[in-house]
């Protein structure tokens, strides 16, 4: 189910970045006194896109493990669905390991702070957080 669920999501993706490049396009030709409006369009695109890979990234993470990776993901899915993800999680396992990898460090700190923020009792050993029940 999910897998499919996936493919419609990244479907979707390309459509919205079909959409966009139209968009800016449009943005492109137009007279100053509507370029507002597909400025405005573009910037809701863009919003829409970054939801969709956040969703894709929550459903690649449904499956029978008790690792969440959060390689390819942003910000905006911390803020906004890694506590669903960990709730799921939490609920068959008694540990959830969380792998941000090392990157910039934009995501490993911004998980940290959402995690002190939020009183999930976890550890971190080599860049992976372990949080436990």
């Known amino acids: 189910y999910y897998l499919i669920l996936m493919d419609e999501i990244k479907n979707k993706i390309n459509n919205k970045i079909k959409e966009l490049y139209n968009r800016i396009n449009q943005l492109n030709y137009s007279k100053k006194n509507i370029k507002f409006y597909y400025s405005e369009k573009i910037k809701d695109i863009k919003e829409e896109i970054k939801d969709l890979n956040a969703q894709y990234i929550y459903y ?3 499956n029978q493990t008790n690792q969440i990776d959060l390689h390819g993901a942003t910000r905006y899915f911390i803020n906004f669905y890694i506590d669903d993800l960990i709730y799921e999680k939490i ?9 941000t990898g090392k990157g ?3 995501l490993f700190y911004h998980l940290k702070k959402h995690l002190i923020l939020y009183n999930y009792p976890f550890t971190i050993n080599n860049y992976i957080f372990t949080i436990t029940k």
Do not use: L
Not at 91 to 99: A, C, L, S
């Open 91 to 99: 609920q068959n396992f008694e540990t959830v390991i969380i792998i």
């Open 104 to 106: 910039s460090f934009v």
């Open 60 to 62: 690649s993470n449904v």
